[in-house]
């Protein structure tokens, strides 16, 4: 696919996602989807990008949908545009890469919601962040009247989703939607810093721990420390376990292999 609107760049095991239409703050529309779903198959396929940074051009991160393009569908249209941004948001939560959204402006609507998608997000100081569709006429549609009181709570996600009031980056963090918040020069700095980290660890722990999490927090606790306990069992087969454990007692850093 011949992407436009969204920038690519791999740097070892960390990649950069940059979303590129800042003259329309990042909106999304169909092609920009299009392109972000091609780059996260890319991504999964690579078979040695660990960590992803997704980013804004410009003063946005992602400041919604295209309400051009979108004022203008039926609802058959509709269907189509939620089913693609949840299948986009979806393969982002089951990809064994790490997303780090680094939040450097306007995140809203469909940005507030890509952003919760990701596994970590760092937000600039400068950063606004929310869910203001119900001043459109409409609520979100690709998975924030869901993950937002998953993340937040309900009575404090309905207020956001009620009102469409949209909250400093500040304000996220005290409510837990941010992991934290900088300066924006420090802003992916600190978001290359945490990828580092996380790319130094083993791939397949790596991808253990986004199933378990993602998983066990939509079941019952009893069946999510089951599946903890299977996910435990099937580490003690893999090398990293081994090399892991040997690093340990050999008092040095452990080398573990790529996927």
Same mark, same amino acid.
């Given at each position: ?176 939607? +941010? @992991?934290?918040?900088?300066?924006? !020069? ?6 290359? /810093? #945490?990828?580092?980290? &996380? %790319? =130094? ?11 378990? +999490? @993602?998983?066990?927090?939509?079941? !019952? ?6 599946? /903890? #306990?299977?996910?435990? &069992? %099937? =580490? ?18 452990? !080398?573990?292999?790529?996927?």
């Amino acid at each position: 696919m011949d992407r436009q609107n969204v920038v690519l760049i791999k740097e070892g095991p960390i990649a950069t996602i940059k979303m590129n239409r800042p003259d329309a703050l990042n909106a999304l529309n169909l092609q920009t989807l299009a392109e972000l779903s091609d780059v996260i198959d890319e991504l999964e396929k690579d078979g040695f990008v660990k960590c992803a940074i997704l980013t804004g051009e410009g003063k946005a991160f992602i400041a919604g949908a295209d309400i051009k393009q979108m004022s203008g569908m039926d609802p058959m249209d509709a269907k189509k545009f939620a089913r693609m941004g949840h299948a986009v948001l979806d393969s982002m939560e089951s990809s064994k890469v790490v997303y780090i959204a680094a939040v450097n402006g306007f995140a809203l609507g469909g940005g507030c919601e890509i952003m919760m998608a990701c596994d970590i997000a760092i937000a600039s100081n400068k950063a606004k962040i929310g869910q203001p569709e119900i001043n459109l006429g409409i609520h979100p549609g690709f998975g924030g009247t869901q993950r937002l009181p998953r993340l937040i709570g309900r009575m404090r996600a309905k207020e956001l989703l009620l009102t469409g009031d949209n909250i400093t980056a500040d304000e996220a963090y005290r409510l837990g939607l +941010v @992991n934290r918040v900088t300066e924006p !020069d420090a802003l992916l700095p600190a978001a290359r /810093e #945490i990828a580092g980290k &996380i %790319a =130094s660890k083993s791939a397949v722990q790596i991808s253990f721990i986004k199933t378990m +999490v @993602n998983k066990g927090a939509d079941i !019952d606790l009893m069946s999510a420390k089951e599946l /903890e #306990i299977s996910y435990f &069992i %099937a =580490s003690f087969s893999t090398e990293d376990r081994s090399e892991g454990m040997k690093a340990f007692i050999e008092k040095r850093r452990p !080398d573990f292999k790529d996927r």
